[in-house]
């Protein structure tokens, strides 16, 4: 499997530890694969009976010819070792898995499940890729003879940045410099990573927005001098947000472990469609759902739910992207995006691998903040997707409802694609199972849940309200937010948006 950019697909094609190495396309394009392999309904089947683990490295090994099948094991025994697996919700069944669908519809003859991803170290779901990213690098520096050291360079709307932090803390040959709107993310997100330790690790604060982080990021990216600097020092750039495909393609395998988890539960049969829907800002969770999709996964419709912020349900109604708008701060902060990168994959495989239309819309994009898609690309999109917004006091009212009436507590983005699903599911009538990826813990929007719940908090610190939400539902606190409380800050470094390159070169000579 070869991959190659989505704005020249005839350009040099990359194996895929190149790939994850580069991270983004040194035109500025997004690596994707050739082509998309297929699985059968037998494989999707023989599934069921394995550990998450052994799931992992089935997908995997479809899209990382270049690894062997013994690396891939490797990487994912590492990665998934590290996962809390026994403080489950009250509904969960008892699981050695990192992530398991959980129905949570008492009526037998309706099937609404959560994916629970966020057991890993950071309470998120980045951790599902995250985890077994640092692996699939330091395996391919060696597999690639890269004699220069990667340096990775991430934003984050929240929880990205702590999940990369996490993964990739003291790992051999490798800096990770992590970029945060310094008002734009929860404070237990934010304490997750200015107490990070590891002498490879900086965490630098940035005034404005996640996509102000995260367009200067991608400016570093394709900045030439700042490349020849580098490589001086002999420093590589790359990524660990989902513009790397190695961040992207583990996420792909949670889907199909899903599907396997209720045909164990015989809750469906083999083959049978089901929905997914998911929150999203910056449509790399649910592009993961699309490839699984494309695969074969027997998905009808993908659901993708937006907050306040809704530039895709916009986009997917109208066909126009259009981020010349007010950007808003919400109660579910790792969706207030206004850049949804990974649209730009989703749009190179649904307009036919055009890359000079994908090119073309980037440049319309870069140039006046919009494009619109044709036609015929709109309608392909209609067929594949679903797509609707929650408002603030319907996600609020989500997480009350659901914790009155099941004791299931959820945080603010599972709430905002639980509140999207019900509305598609209450328009369209459709019965089919819905999967719904259930993306943090509750305690990492600890204010906001309260609040849902109609529980005052004024006068308490996050961690007062965090254990009076374990008092209130007996549900346990993460460990690794727990230990937030006697944890020390290390990174208080908060920059203007310019000085991001002058940060990077910095910390890339120390």
Not at 84 to 113: F, G
Not at 224 to 236: G, M, P, S
Not at 279 to 297: E, Q, S
Not at 451 to 471: R, T
């Amino acid at each position: 499997m070869k991959y190659v950019s989505t704005r020249n697909k005839k350009g040099k094609a990359l194996t895929s530890a190149e790939a994850i190495l580069q991270g983004l396309a040194k035109d500025g394009g997004l690596l994707v694969p050739e082509n998309i392999p297929q699985i059968k309904i037998e494989e999707i089947k023989n599934l069921k009976n394995m550990r998450y683990e052994d799931r992992a490295v089935e997908i995997l090994k479809k899209y990382l010819t270049d690894y062997t099948e013994e690396e891939l094991k490797e990487s994912a025994e590492l990665a998934y070792n590290y996962f809390d697996i026994t403080d489950r919700m009250r509904l969960a069944i008892k699981s050695d898995k990192p992530a398991e669908a959980k129905k949570i519809e008492p009526e037998k003859n309706k099937v609404t499940a959560f994916i629970e991803l966020w057991h890993g170290p950071t309470s998120a779901f980045k951790d599902m890729a995250l985890q077994i990213l640092p692996h699939l690098m330091r395996i391919g520096l060696k597999k690639t003879g890269e004699e220069r050291d990667i340096l990775i360079l991430t934003a984050t709307s929240g929880d990205t940045g702590k999940a990369a932090l996490s993964g990739f803390a003291d790992a051999e040959r490798t800096k990770i410099a992590v970029f945060y709107p310094s008002e734009g993310v929860s404070e237990i997100q934010k304490l997750q990573m200015i107490t990070q330790t590891g002498k490879n690790v900086k965490v630098i604060g940035v005034k404005g927005n996640f996509d102000d982080c995260q367009n200067g990021v991608k400016k570093i990216f394709s900045d030439e001098e700042i490349k020849k600097k580098l490589d001086a020092q002999k420093i590589k750039l790359s990524s660990a947000n989902s513009i790397n495909w190695g961040r992207l393609v583990p996420q792909i395998v949670y889907y199909f472990s899903a599907y396997a988890d209720l045909l164990d539960n015989e809750e469906i049969n083999a083959g049978d469609l089901v929905n997914i829907t998911v929150p999203t800002g910056n449509f790399g969770n649910i592009l993961a759902a699309y490839y699984a999709k494309r695969m074969g996964l027997p998905v009808e419709k993908l659901i993708c739910a937006s907050n306040i912020n809704h530039v895709l349900t916009d986009f997917f109604e109208s066909g126009i992207y259009d981020r010349n708008r007010t950007f808003f701060r919400s109660i579910s902060p790792s969706m207030d995006i206004l850049i949804s990168s990974n649209l730009e994959r989703l749009l190179y495989h649904e307009s036919g691998e055009d890359s000079e239309y994908i090119k073309k819309l980037m440049n319309e994009l870069n140039a006046s903040g919009k494009y619109e898609i044709n036609k015929d690309l709109k309608k392909k999109l209609k067929k594949i997707f679903y797509a609707e917004y929650a408002g603030e006091e319907e996600t609020k009212t989500t997480i009350r409802e659901m914790y009155n009436d099941m004791k299931y507590l959820i945080d603010t983005h599972t709430a905002v694609g639980l509140t999207v699903a019900r509305k598609y599911q209450k328009k369209t009538g459709d019965k089919k199972p819905m999967l719904i990826a259930s993306t943090a813990s509750a305690y990492k929007f600890a204010p906001a849940v309260l609040n849902a719940l109609q529980i005052p908090i004024e006068g308490m610190n996050e961690f007062e309200m965090a254990e009076k939400l374990n008092k209130i539902t007996s549900v346990e606190i993460p460990k690794g937010l727990k230990a937030l409380k006697k944890a020390k800050v290390l990174h208080e470094d908060i920059c203007e948006k310019e000085e991001m390159s002058e940060r990077v070169l910095t910390f890339a000579g120390n």
